[in-house]
């Protein structure tokens, strides 16, 4: 890939691309849009590009879009002609839409505005999320703190378009063993997470904006992480980052979720409208961030399960944290 990449400076666009092509932590793809110089360079370098893989089927994407505005049409071959000949009229091939263009996996989308992808991609949502729902979403910023379970939550925010910003944080970099809850390929593997899980959003959807931390979450960096969240969802692993989240959070009054895969466990804790709640329900109460520093994992056991409520926990788990750093 890298010995075909372009000249840089043969078209416009291509030094953003030769610099694309080069990172290998690139998350963003490109996105040139219709009626631009960009637009017509990226063109030009996409005849000439070797190894470049095209998927082109905006046609079919304006014809889902017209069913979307117009389904009682669906089945009617006249009007939906009609439809199509107006849509395109009003919006000609090379003066609406974008390219997205992928630089880790080498490949160029033809895809239809941001609006009517939008339309598109949140049509089968209708009513579950109504149209109004769906735009209050859209300005909405959340932030996912460990991106193991936060993996899987970060897709599905995404494909029911549950935000505007996106903000994902982990130092951690992928492990195979890390691959019993989170779904990715083999080639991913010793990539940061953050980067996984990006790349695997901007793919569902180029249009939505996902800011990556991958230095995680820690003293230095809270403050700026949690300001202007709507909503954190914490799924990190570390026991006195998961208390400063909560420290944090109760302070400028954000509301935390956090789901526990043992036994179904989902905690809501809505500092909100509770800014005086005790963390976590009441189970932290006399633990501060400061003084779990440093503990050892047989260290932390005790205050864990006293925060899942050690007879709520499932029996293997319990015998599981014994085990820890031992078989």
Same mark, same amino acid.
């Given at each position: 890939?890298r010995?075909a990449?372009? /000249?840089p400076?043969?078209?416009?666009?291509? &030094?953003?691309?030769?610099?694309?092509?080069?990172d290998?932590?690139?998350c963003?793809?490109?996105?040139?849009? $219709?009626?631009? *110089?960009?637009?017509?360079?990226?063109?030009?370098?996409?005849?000439? *590009?070797?190894?470049?893989?095209?998927?082109?089927?905006?046609?079919?994407l304006?014809?889902?879009?017209?069913?979307?505005?117009?389904p009682?049409?669906k089945?009617?071959?006249?009007?939906?002609?009609?439809?199509?000949?107006? +849509?395109?009229?009003?919006?000609?091939?090379?003066?609406?839409?974008c +390219?997205v /263009?992928?630089? +880790?996996?080498?490949?160029?989308?033809?895809?239809?505005?941001?609006?009517?992808?939008?339309?598109?991609?949140?049509a @089968?949502n209708?009513y579950?999320?109504?149209?109004e729902?769906?735009?209050?979403?859209?300005?909405?910023?959340?932030?996912? %703190? =460990?991106?193991?379970?936060?993996?899987?939550?970060?897709? %599905?925010? %995404? &494909?029911?378009?549950? /935000?505007?910003t996106?903000?994902?944080?982990?130092?951690? *970099?992928?492990?195979?063993?890390?691959?019993?809850?989170?779904?990715?390929?083999?080639?991913?593997?010793?990539?940061?997470?953050?980067t996984i899980?990006?790349?695997?959003? $901007?793919?569902?959807d180029?249009f939505?904006?996902?800011?990556? +931390?991958?230095? =995680?979450?820690?003293? =230095?960096n809270?403050?700026?992480?949690?300001?202007?969240?709507?909503?954190?969802?914490d799924?990190?692993?570390?026991?006195?980052?998961?208390?400063l989240?909560?420290?944090?959070? @109760?302070?400028?009054?954000?509301?935390?979720?956090?789901?526990?895969?043992?036994?179904g466990?989902?905690?809501?804790? @809505?500092?909100?409208?509770?800014?005086?709640?005790?963390?976590?329900?009441?189970l932290?109460?006399?633990?501060?961030?400061? =003084?779990?520093?440093?503990?050892?994992?047989e260290?932390?056991?005790?205050h864990?399960?006293?925060?899942?409520?050690v007879?709520?926990?499932?029996?293997r788990?319990?015998?599981?944290?014994?085990?820890?750093?031992?078989?």
């Amino acid at each position: 890939i890298r010995t075909a990449a372009p /000249f840089p400076g043969k078209f416009g666009i291509a &030094m953003k691309i030769w610099e694309n092509l080069w990172d290998d932590h690139c998350c963003k793809p490109l996105i040139p849009t $219709a009626g631009t *110089a960009e637009f017509a360079d990226f063109e030009l370098w996409a005849r000439e *590009a070797q190894n470049l893989r095209v998927v082109n089927r905006l046609d079919g994407l304006i014809r889902e879009y017209l069913v979307v505005l117009y389904p009682a049409d669906k089945q009617n071959t006249e009007p939906m002609q009609a439809h199509r000949a107006a +849509w395109y009229d009003s919006n000609p091939v090379d003066a609406s839409g974008c +390219w997205v /263009f992928y630089p +880790w996996s080498r490949t160029a989308v033809r895809l239809p505005d941001p609006h009517v992808y939008q339309a598109i991609r949140t049509a @089968r949502n209708k009513y579950k999320i109504d149209g109004e729902e769906q735009d209050t979403l859209a300005g909405k910023c959340i932030g996912v %703190a =460990g991106l193991s379970v936060g993996q899987s939550v970060s897709i %599905a925010l %995404a &494909m029911e378009r549950s /935000f505007g910003t996106l903000r994902i944080a982990d130092f951690d *970099a992928l492990e195979l063993s890390n691959m019993n809850r989170i779904r990715t390929a083999v080639w991913n593997l010793g990539l940061p997470k953050t980067t996984i899980v990006a790349r695997e959003i $901007a793919e569902i959807d180029p249009f939505l904006n996902v800011e990556t +931390w991958p230095e =995680g979450i820690h003293a =230095g960096n809270i403050d700026a992480f949690l300001n202007g969240l709507d909503l954190l969802i914490d799924e990190c692993d570390s026991l006195d980052i998961k208390v400063l989240l909560r420290e944090k959070a @109760r302070a400028v009054g954000l509301p935390v979720l956090m789901d526990t895969s043992d036994r179904g466990m989902m905690d809501v804790e @809505r500092f909100d409208l509770e800014p005086a709640r005790p963390l976590l329900h009441g189970l932290m109460d006399g633990l501060h961030s400061a =003084g779990l520093q440093g503990l050892s994992n047989e260290e932390k056991v005790p205050h864990i399960l006293r925060m899942l409520e050690v007879d709520q926990v499932s029996l293997r788990l319990r015998a599981s944290f014994m085990e820890v750093d031992r078989s």
